[in-house]
């Protein structure tokens, strides 16, 4: 144990300590064990700062004889004044030793203030481990998702699917392992729990979710990962195969095996949809605006009985034969509408569906309550494809949702965003953007109370809009070099200590800190492993071919 310059437990539960820095290795997210002169108690360190301190170092310095040689040896003590680097390290209490309840105890107040015998040492593994055990534990489903950092051994970490409540952000710079992560957490959240998930899936990382399972024994390859045992990789199997049977996948990409191709009708896109694909300006174009409303009114049928189905083509008729509902004057707008139309080709984006009633679409699919798990590839997409996608999705799902509460079922949704900085941009760059960036704030700000729960990943968190990131609860982090994108963050998630989110710039791929109601305690930093399906969007294996050798000629 070492003794410490000062320390200090407070009575809210937490303690701060001031340690030489060569007697003590310690850093952000580490298990420290307090030895009060009463108790001992288990603490993480959330903050630590370096001190440049003057200390003094005394040698004894020993002459032989005077400077020509001759004489006595003599002896003398030399002091002199050295810079010493000390750390001042803050943190939570976690638990009091022996107590069951692990976190939040109330504190003596004269517990440890100041006292001298106060000392302080790294919490050994198997503490940690019993704590991280009993913490992580609650009745529900628990999802499992990789293993302790900075621990010798290997200490599961499970994340409770509860905390999935309030808006996730998962962020690290490219190559850092988010999509990765995203996919073991989906994987895990569909594998063990009843909620429904939709994945908007960028990079197709998800189109191969049907196929079986890897040969789950290799996950542990490489690392110290935590083992699956024979039984697991059973259960995992059997799961698999149930949720297969309510999985659907929609993609464009040729190659991507039993997806259905037809995303959607021209007729299943509101007004502001179709605007924007015509790339129409509300009150710039206010007349062909109107008049784009009047055409696509035309189609509608009483109340009750919905509208019909309708393409491109009928759109156009639609837009001729509108003139007569208007003033003579609109001959020119129509004229203006068909030419914006023509020249959006609309007709040859690749998402549109036949019109067919059996046809499984994104709306149909999102309103059969059978399919469980949609993946929503939107990789072999043009940006407006994706746009119209993504926009009608959050408005069918807001839909849907309000319908569940409305009866009180119970029904939620995970709705999980990969690069979400495209389609929630903190800047509309394109007019068809402000589509899905509203989406963005309604959902994160108030989805939870409809059951639509948001998981959103991104390389570059200044970027993504900040009414996303400032309601999200629970932060997940990877490695970010960026003091930028480090400073956005800081500013959008106060509630993180400052040195916490610094500690990413020395993350390797697949370690994370992990904040918030998804993990127990303050804040949990580990190796994100065990994915269970084939990644579709992987780095590439290249063949950089054989290593060079210069000759000399
Ligand atoms: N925890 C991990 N264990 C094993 N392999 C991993 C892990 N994390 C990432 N990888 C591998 O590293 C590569 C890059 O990871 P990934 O695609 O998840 O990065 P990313 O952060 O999403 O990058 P980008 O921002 O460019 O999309 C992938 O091939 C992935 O398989
Ligand atoms: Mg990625």
Request: hydrophobic content about 40%; overall charge negative; charged content about 30%.
């Amino acid at each position: 144990m070492r003794q410490i310059v000062y320390g200090v437990l407070k009575r809210v539960g937490s303690f701060r300590f001031r340690v030489p820095a060569e007697d003590f290795d310690v850093s952000t997210g580490d298990y420290v064990l307090i030895h009060s002169s009463q108790m001992r108690f288990l603490g993480q360190v959330e903050e630590t700062r370096d001190e440049f301190v003057l200390g003094e170092l005394t040698r004894t310095v020993t002459r032989v004889g005077n400077t020509s040689g001759v004489g006595d040896s003599l002896s003398e003590r030399d002091t002199t004044k050295v810079p010493k680097i000390h750390v001042e390290a803050s943190g939570r209490v976690l638990c009091a030793l022996g107590a069951r309840d692990a976190p939040a105890v109330a504190l003596d107040p004269d517990v440890g203030d100041r006292a001298g015998g106060v000392g302080i040492e790294m919490a050994p593994d198997e503490m940690v481990h019993s704590y991280v055990a009993k913490a992580f534990h609650t009745e529900g489903p628990m999802l499992r998702v990789g293993a302790l950092l900075g621990v010798s051994e290997s200490v599961p970490v499970r994340l409770d699917p509860a905390g999935f409540k309030r808006p996730t952000g998962l962020f690290g710079q490219t190559g850092a392992g988010k999509s990765y992560a995203l996919g073991v957490i989906v994987e895990e959240l569909i594998l063990q729990t009843k909620a429904r998930v939709v994945v908007l899936d960028p990079n197709g990382d998800f189109v191969r979710f049907k196929d079986d399972l890897k040969e789950l024994g290799k996950i542990n390859e490489g690392g110290n990962l935590c083992s699956v045992t024979h039984d697991e990789r059973y259960e995992y199997q059997k799961v698999h195969h149930q949720k297969i049977d309510h999985a659907a996948v929609l993609s464009a990409d040729p190659s991507a095996k039993g997806a259905s191709r037809r995303f959607l009708r021209l007729s299943e896109l509101d007004q502001r949809e179709v605007a924007a694909a015509l790339r129409l300006d509300r009150v710039k174009d206010a007349e062909d605006y109107h008049l784009l409303q009047i055409a696509r009114d035309r189609f509608k049928r009483p109340a009750g009985e919905g509208g019909p189905s309708y393409g491109v083509e009928e759109l156009e008729k639609s837009i001729s034969g509108a003139a007569g509902y208007s003033t003579p004057a609109t001959a020119h707008c129509v004229e203006r509408l068909r030419r914006a139309l023509r020249n959006s080709h609309l007709e040859s984006l690749r998402i549109w569906g036949s019109g067919s009633a059996d046809e499984s679409t994104l709306v149909s699919l999102l309103r059969d309550d059978k399919v469980q798990v949609l993946i929503i590839d939107l990789s072999t997409l043009e940006r407006l494809e994706k746009t119209l996608v993504a926009s009608l999705l959050f408005r069918t799902l807001w839909e849907i949702q309000e319908d569940h509460r409305r009866k009180e079922d119970g029904k939620c949704t995970v709705l999980v965003l990969d690069e979400a900085h495209h389609l929630f941009p903190q800047k509309a760059l394109f007019a068809e953007q402000e589509l899905t960036v509203d989406w963005g704030s309604k959902i994160a700000g108030e989805g939870r109370k409809y059951g639509l729960y948001l998981i959103v990943a991104s390389q570059l968190p200044s970027k993504v809009h900040e009414h996303v990131l400032t309601q999200c609860g629970n932060l997940v982090l990877m490695m970010m070099a960026s003091q930028s994108d480090i400073d956005a963050l800081r500013d959008s998630f106060s509630f993180v200590p400052g040195s916490l989110l610094e500690r990413s710039k020395w993350f390797e791929k697949g370690e994370a800190l992990v904040i918030g109601e998804i993990v127990p305690g303050p804040s949990c930093l580990l190796h994100f492993e065990g994915r269970k399906t084939q990644e579709g969007g992987r780095d590439l294996k290249v063949d950089w071919g054989e290593d060079l050798h210069l000759t000399e000629e």
